[in-house]
């Protein structure tokens, strides 16, 4: 597929309707030919740099490159409701939130076929999630060839952790708490394709969190949009070189790690995706439901790939509104079931 992240438009009167033709290009040309020769996500790559600028939500601030380990790649945006008096850094910002705003934190995973990225273009997500008053961070993550499975996974975690680690500052409800006693940290996992798969594993394979974020809690839920679970990245012509690590090919697979007590799950995928089969959410949320977990999957008619992430922005939301919509519903529900959760120190 073609990638377009590279270009650079100016801003101009015209901008906008042509970013919107674009899309709804690219919205139909993942069942193209080309697309289903799949090389996964490169679509979303170049349409999200092309008009991610131009999506704007209102009320929103926006922390950006803060480092959480030590690869260059290692820097995440933190995109939360703009409050009152609010310092720039979220290591030692105080601020105060709407009454509305959860407590619970997004991080959002993108998708790139495990090759391909980069947050900025996500800004659409962040800033989506941010004016609805949940607090949403965006990691980088090391990608193929520079390393293979589980390395990106690692990576994920060591975000989480960053974000466990801070949790007090981020989450809007903890400012009017005394210093000594705070919400415990919930973070919602959410990931696109490549990322909802990296999602997956660091929620079901508990290994990540014990090496690399130890004493964190596990999420408190996850959204999978369009999320490879079932396939084997180990054979896959376009995958196997990516996951050389895995010792077999269970090791890289979500649905193999499907267990009892595993966080909330809502899955979404369309039914036109012929990137990522409809048949690994149908697996995974089989997969999980055989353990007793809540798990609510939806497919959405005439909905492709790209589609499916495209539809948080304002721009398409038109398309699919229950995908951001949905989330939201999720993010609330998991907080109003936790209400009485309380970590004192």
Partial sequence: ??????????????????????????????????????????????????????????????????????????????????LHGSPSRASNTERSAPPSSPPTVAMFIYGGSWRDGERATYRFVGSALAARGITTVIPDYRLFPDVTFPGFVDDAALAYKWVADHFKALSPSNQSKPKACAQSARIVLIGHSAGAHIAAMLALDQRFLAQFAPGAEQPAGLVGLAGPYSFDPTTWPSTRDVFIGATNADAARPVAFARPGAPPALLMHGSDDTTVKLFNQRDFAAALRGHRNHVEAIEIPGLAHVGLVLAISQPFRWRAPQVLDRTIAFIREIDAQNLGTTLCR
Avoid at 15 to 29: D, E, W
Avoid at 43 to 64: H, K, M, N, T, Y
Wanted: proline share 7%.
């Fill in 1 to 82: 597929m073609i990638s377009l992240k590279s270009f650079r438009h100016p801003r101009s009167s015209w901008v906008a309707p042509f970013l919107f033709a674009l899309g709804i290009t690219a919205l139909s040309a993942v069942s193209t030919p080309a697309a289903r020769a799949g090389q996964g996500d490169d679509g979303v790559q170049g349409i999200g740099s092309l008009f991610s600028w131009a999506v704007s939500e209102p009320g929103i601030d926006i922390d950006r490159g803060i480092v959480f380990g030590p690869h260059p790649r290692h820097r995440l945006d933190v995109y939360r409701a703009k």
